[in-house]
C-alpha cells in the first residue's frame, strides 16, 4: 500500500493552523487544509506494514489501539497516493458513516497505532480521510441516494447524536422508514451543542442532515421523549425504538460553598454559547460570559480544553485550568509501549492559546478544589485549591489520590466551569421507557447486544456504554442497527465492519 519508500521520502506535514492570536478572533474552524499534491504524497507515506495496527481497533491494557470503525486505512491511503479519490471515497464509506465528522473531531486512534509512527512519525491518516471526503462533496460524490425498495418496517431513533445518526442510517439505507427524534432545536446531539464550532462548524452537520433527509430519513426537532412524547406512543406507532440518547448526566464537584453564584456544569457553558452564536452571533448575550472575569475549569479532557478556547474567545480575563491527575509525560513510558494508546502530555488548540495570550500553560496539575468562596451577596469570589499526592489507603490498602497538608492557596475565580466527565443516561429516559440500568446508570443489556430490558427497545452510544469518543458511538449506532435489522427481517446482509 502507499509507496514501498514514501515513508523515507516524504515528510510527515499536517494542515496549517492559524496562528492562536488570530483565530481566536472569531468562532471558526482554523486549519488550512493541504493541497490535493501534497496529500497524495502523505498517502504515499502509508507502509506496507504486515500488520495494519491502524484499523485494528483491539483493546490493549484497557485502551483502544487502532480505529474502532475498523476503517481500511492502508486502501483508502493508497488510493489517495494514486490519485483515484473516488475510490478513496468509496472504500471509506464502507465503513464510517460520518467521515466529515470524525475527520475533525477524532483523536486518531489510528494515527496513535500507526506502524510508521513506531520509528519515526506517523501517517496524516485523518487529514487524508478529510481530503477524501471533501472532495467526494466538491465533485457531488457524496450525494444523496435514496434505497430502491421500502420494506414496510418503522423505526424510531431517540436522540440525535452520532450513534444515533449512525443507526438512522444504517436502518434508512436497507429499507426501514426512519424517525429520528431530538429534543433540542437542533440535530446533531453533542456533535451540534458539545462541540464548539472551531473544532466542528455547525454547516458540516447541517450539509449531512439534509443528505439525510433527501434518503427518506424524518427528523423531528423540540421533541422530548420521556417527558412530551411517551413512550408508549412510540411504541405503538414504530416497529423499534432505538435509544440513543447519550450519557449527560456531569459529574458535579462536593465542596463547601458549591451553592455559590457563578458556578456552571461544562456542557451547560458550551451549549448556550453554540446555540447564541448559531441564533444571533452571541448578540442574543443568552450565555454566561466570562467577558473580564477570572475563570477556572476544573476538569482535563476534550470538554476542559473547549471551555479554555470558548473562555479565550469571549475575553476572558483569565483561565485557569486544575487537573487532578499528575501530568502525563512528554514521551511514551517505557512501560507504554507501542501500539498501546500513548499516554503522553497532549497540549490542545485551548492550551495553545491560553499560552499565547496570558504566557503560560493554563493547567494545573495534582490539584483540585478545596473550597468555593463567596462574598454576601452569595456570588462567586474565589477558590481555595489543594494540591493532591497519591497515597496509601490505611483502610483498603490501595493507592489514593489525599490531599498534601498545608498546601492550599487562594486564586481568584469569578466563573467556574465544571468538566469532571458524566455519570450515565438519564433518569427520566430509562424510567420512562423500563429499562434496567447497571451500576454506572448506563442502560444495561447482555454483553455484546443491544437489546434492553424492554420489548422491542434497543441502546447504543454513550447511554449504553458510558461517555465516548464519537468512532465508538458511530460503531455502536451501525452494530445495534444490524441488531433491529436482524429482528425485524429475520436476517441481515446490513455491514457493520
Not at 421500502?150 to 426501514?176: E, F, I, Y
Request: charged letters at 25%; a neutral charge; glycine letters at 10%.
Amino acid at each position: 500500500m502507499g509507496k514501498p519508500t514514501g515513508f523515507m521520502e516524504y515528510d510527515r506535514k499536517t494542515s496549517t493552523a492559524i496562528e492562536p492570536k488570530e483565530r481566536i478572533k472569531d468562532f471558526h474552524e482554523f486549519h488550512i487544509p493541504l493541497s490535493q499534491e501534497e496529500q497524495q504524497k502523505q498517502g504515499a507515506r502509508c507502509m506496507e506494514c504486515g500488520v495494519p495496527f491502524c484499523q485494528a481497533g483491539m483493546m490493549i491494557e484497557g485502551m483502544a489501539s487502532g480505529c474502532p470503525l475498523h476503517n481500511l486505512i492502508p486502501e483508502w491511503n493508497d488510493l489517495v497516493y494514486a490519485g483515484n479519490w473516488e475510490q478513496a471515497y468509496y472504500r471509506l464509506k464502507k465503513t464510517n458513516n460520518f467521515p466529515e465528522f470524525t475527520s475533525r473531531v477524532c483523536p486518531a486512534l489510528c494515527e496513535a497505532a500507526c506502524t510508521c509512527g513506531h520509528y519515526g512519525e506517523s501517517v496524516t491518516t485523518k487529514e487524508n480521510e478529510h481530503g477524501i471526503i471533501e472532495n467526494a462533496y466538491a465533485t457531488g460524490l457524496a450525494k444523496a441516494q435514496p434505497p430502491k425498495v421500502r420494506t414496510g418496517k418503522r423505526v424510531a431513533v431517540v436522540g440525535s447524536g452520532p450513534s444515533g445518526l449512525a443507526a438512522a442510517d444504517q436502518l434508512n439505507k436497507r429499507g426501514h422508514q426512519v424517525t429520528v427524534f431530538e429534543r433540542d432545536d437542533r440535530v446533531g446531539g453533542l456533535l451540534m451543542y458539545g462541540i464548539p464550532n472551531m473544532k466542528l462548524e455547525k454547516s458540516v452537520i447541517d450539509r449531512k442532515v439534509q443528505i439525510m433527509k433527501e434518503e427518506g430519513i424524518e427528523f423531528v426537532t423540540n421533541a422530548n421523549v420521556g417527558k412530551e412524547i411517551k413512550p408508549a406512543k412510540l411504541l405503538k406507532e414504530y416497529d423499534r425504538v432505538v435509544l440513543a440518547c447519550g450519557a449527560k448526566n456531569p459529574r458535579d464537584i462536593k465542596a463547601p460553598g458549591r451553592d455559590a453564584n457563578g458556578i456552571y456544569f461544562a456542557v451547560d457553558f458550551l451549549s448556550q454559547v453554540t446555540k447564541s452564536l448559531l441564533n444571533s452571533e452571541l448578540k442574543d448575550k443568552k450565555f454566561v460570559s466570562p467577558k473580564g472575569k477570572h475563570v477556572v475549569i476544573i476538569g482535563g479532557g476534550d470538554t476542559g480544553n473547549d471551555c479554555v478556547g470558548t473562555s479565550i474567545r469571549l475575553g476572558a480575563a483569565s483561565v485557569t485550568q486544575l487537573e487532578m491527575m499528575p501530568k502525563a509525560p512528554d514521551v511514551r513510558a517505557e512501560n507504554n509501549p507501542w501500539p498501546e494508546w500513548p499516554k503522553v502530555c497532549k497540549t490542545d488548540y485551548g492550551q495553545e492559546e491560553a499560552i499565547a495570550v496570558f504566557g503560560h500553560d493554563p493547567r494545573i496539575y495534582q490539584t483540585t478544589v478545596k473550597e468555593f468562596l463567596k462574598d454576601k451577596n452569595g456570588n462567586l469570589s474565589g477558590m481555595v485549591i489543594v494540591k493532591l499526592e497519591n497515597k496509601k489507603d490505611e483502610k483498603t490498602g490501595r493507592m489514593a489520590l489525599a490531599e498534601v497538608a498545608g498546601s492550599e492557596q487562594k486564586i481568584p475565580a469569578d466563573i467556574v466551569l465544571i468538566a469532571a466527565g458524566f455519570l450515565g443516561s438519564e433518569k427520566y429516559v430509562t424510567d420512562a421507557f423500563g429499562v434496567s440500568v447497571n451500576q454506572r446508570t448506563n442502560v444495561a443489556t447482555e454483553e455484546g447486544k443491544y437489546k434492553t430490558s424492554a420489548e422491542n427497545v434497543y441502546v447504543c452510544g454513550d447511554m449504553h456504554r458510558g461517555q465516548s469518543l464519537v468512532v465508538w458511538a458511530i460503531r455502536e449506532g451501525r452494530e445495534v442497527a444490524r441488531e433491529v435489522d436482524v429482528s425485524l427481517m429475520g436476517y441481515s446482509y446490513m455491514a457493520v465492519q
